[in-house]
């Protein structure tokens, strides 16, 4: 019986995952004067997206052979979230930072990461990058697909499941989560995968890979060790995008209702909650009277 290629034997994929080191969104307080989100005293954990892309990243160089290196770009503190990568299993790490890249919005922080990737592809030419689908401080989901354009790369975004790469003939098959259901699609390595929430289960680090992540050299770069052209488009300067306001949203004053049903059916309490909610929206009757949904009252 002839033995399995082992992972060593194949090809290889040079795998490139980008993180970021953002606010506990659950401890993110705003400014009452200012408006602007107070970071003081707030701790910072690695984006929980970026988390799915790195076990994703692992997975495919457990599978396939290869190396994972994981990029980010942020303040000298952001290395904590890529020594928590390198004790996850990553094999490489690289930081970004530089004062020019302060107030950065997606377009300025894209063209610094592309900046990076470009120069890191010298070394290594890239396979995949990987990405979360958004980070939970800005939510907007650009800088995955701004990267794919800036690089030239075949973008592949809100990926729920990486289903087969084929390293020699350059393929990869992925479903991808859309408002309709899911979409199976086919394409060609070099790419730029960004991942949604529950494609895997995130991995706990290997004794050996803590340790190693605590004496690991993360690689450090200014803007120009990056490889950045145009310190014009970096930081402030290179963000179209003006935050006028930043406020917390106004607690809500109506209470919860409850509603008493006196028998056991499910529909009594369908119907229950129904009629409460058509006598305080009167009009929503009528509109479910036109729609394709009609409700059979007695």
Known sequence: MTRPPHAADRPGLNLFVCIKQVPDSAQIRVHPVTNTIMRQGVPTIVNPYDLFALEEALRLRDEYGGSVTVLSM????????????????A?????????RFAGADTLAT?????SALTTL?????????LTGKQTIDGDTAQVGPGIARRLGLEQLTYVAAIDRVDPLRREIVVRRRSEGG???LASRLPCLVSVVEGLNEVRRGAVADVLRAARAEVVTWSATEAGVEDPMRCGLRGSPTVVRRVFAPSPRQERAQMVAVTGKRPSQLADAVLDLVLTQQPKLEAALADGPVRRNRP
């Open 74 to 89: 942020g303040p000298p503190m952001a290395e904590e979230a890529l020594r928590r990568a390198l004790g996850i299993g």
């Open 91 to 99: 094999d490489h790490a690289v930081l970004i930072t530089d004062r």
């Open 110 to 114: 894209s063209y610094a990461l592309a």
């Open 121 to 129: 592809g010298r070394e290594q030419p890239i396979d995949m990058v």
């Open 182 to 184: 899911v979409q199976v």
